[in-house]
């Protein structure tokens, strides 16, 4: 799995993509001295995340101020890498047009070793949209330029 390259600060409002892959490896990093329940991965940095996230940065000595930065996004990268099959990971919501942040560039990467030609800049933009589509009809996906689960699945295969 690849560690987010771009990184966007996110904390309590941020919603989105990057907050779903949160959600997603803070869930996928527990263990069974986790205090903090499982997260509904909505892509919607509440109050829930934000104790989540305070959490695993006390537990492993960041600044406990329930930001993701530079720091907590390689430590959730590390720990969920550790405890899971390293595969790039479907940040739990569907990406679509207007959404910013690491899981899409990390598409739009995906989507040019795939032979799409994106400057891969985090921006879900009409041009990201467009080549989202090309693939879904080259690959018997519904071409709807959205990359829900099923499009996410194909894309890192």
Request: neutral net charge; contains cysteine.
């Amino acid at each position: 799995m690849a560690k987010p390259a771009y990184y966007a600060a996110s904390g309590s409002g941020s919603t989105g993509p990057d907050t779903a892959l949160i959600q997603t490896w803070l869930n996928g990093s527990r263990d069974p001295c986790t205090h903090y329940d499982p997260l509904e991965v909505d892509g919607v940095f509440g109050p829930d995340t934000v104790r989540a996230v305070q959490e695993f940065q006390l537990r492993n000595d960041l600044k406990a101020d329930g930001k993701v930065g530079p720091l907590t996004w390689n430590a959730l990268h590390a720990k969920y890498a550790a405890a899971n099959d390293g595969k790039e990971q479907y940040p739990g919501v569907a990406m679509k047009s207007g959404q910013d942040g690491a899981a899409v560039k990390s598409a739009q990467h995906q989507l040019n070793v795939k032979g799409a030609h994106l400057a891969a800049d985090g921006h879900y933009g009409s041009q990201t949209t467009s080549a989202v589509h090309s693939f879904q009809k080259a690959n018997s996906l519904p071409a709807d330029g959205v990359i829900g689960p099923t499009t996410w699945a194909a894309l890192y295969r």
